[in-house]
């Protein structure tokens, strides 16, 4: 069956450090591969993409990468500021109008 | 620019009553549209999408439905709730994103339903 896993689910670290987050799949072929940050009691809002033959993308603090004989996607989150503590979703999007959500990795950043 | 709105926000529904929530977008036209649902600490659960009105795609059955009367319209239904159906319910939408190239969600400020 299909599964999207992300690593634990949550994550503390210190202001000013990296913060890595970690998205696998199984029985996917994703032609894309989203992130997507929630806040508490809001809806997800898109970040980056990266396609299946990128094998990094940026974004200022933010970097993606994408490893499809892996079949997993790190998400970095550099310099960390309280202010980027929240959930951050991986989604999968195999180019058929849907999009399937990992369960989420909530991300504390401690000043 | 596009905007989407959902509604309500909130609400306490008995076990057994109807449910309608509704969304809609302004500023694009022809989005595909979705519902979501999220449980206490769960990822996003895809329940419908659509591409065009009338059109009306179910991923997992249950007692809800969707309904999509006009082009940027998408309703969300039940004739009877049950327990399992509380949660919170997101109302999405994609277009291709040009500069992306890829389809790109954008969320509803979502609806948070519970059933007692």
């Known amino acids: 069956s299909q599964k999207i896993e992300q690593n634990s689910e949550a994550l503390n670290i210190q202001e000013g450090k990296t913060a890595t987050l970690t998205c696998n799949y199984t029985?996917?072929?994703?032609?894309?591969l989203q992130w997507y940050r929630q806040d508490p009691g809001r809806g997800p809002v898109f970040l980056l993409l990266?396609?299946?033959?990128?094998k990094e993308k940026r974004k200022e603090r933010l970097k993606v990468t994408f490893d499809t004989t892996l079949k997993q996607s790190l998400f970095h989150i550099t310099a960390s500021q309280p202010a980027d503590s929240a959930t951050y979703l991986c989604?999968?999007?195999?180019?058929?109008?849907?999009?399937?959500f990992g369960a989420g990795t909530t991300v504390t950043v401690r000043a | 620019s596009q905007t989407i709105h959902q509604w309500p926000a909130t609400l306490v529904q008995p076990v057994g009553s109807p449910l309608s929530l509704e969304c809609t977008v302004e500023?694009?036209?022809?989005?595909?549209l979705y519902w979501y649902r999220q449980a206490a600490g769960r990822g996003l659960q895809l329940l419908f999408y659509?591409?065009?009105?009338?059109?009306i795609s179910s991923e997992v059955p249950q007692n809800l439905s969707a309904s999509r009367p006009q082009d940027r319209q998408f309703i969300l239904s039940s004739k009877k709730l049950l327990l399992s159906d509380s949660g919170f319910y997101l109302c999405?939408?994609?277009?291709?994103?040009?500069?992306?190239?890829?389809?790109?969600?954008?969320f509803g400020a979502g609806s948070r339903l519970t059933v007692l």
């Open positions: 990266i396609r299946e033959n990128e």
């Open positions: 999405a939408w994609s277009g291709i994103r040009v500069s992306l190239g890829a389809n790109v969600l954008t």
């Open positions: 989604a999968l999007d195999s180019n058929d109008y849907k999009l399937s």
């Open positions: 029985n996917y072929s994703p032609a894309y």
């Open positions: 659509s591409v065009g009105i009338g059109q």
């Open positions: 500023g694009t036209s022809n989005p595909n």
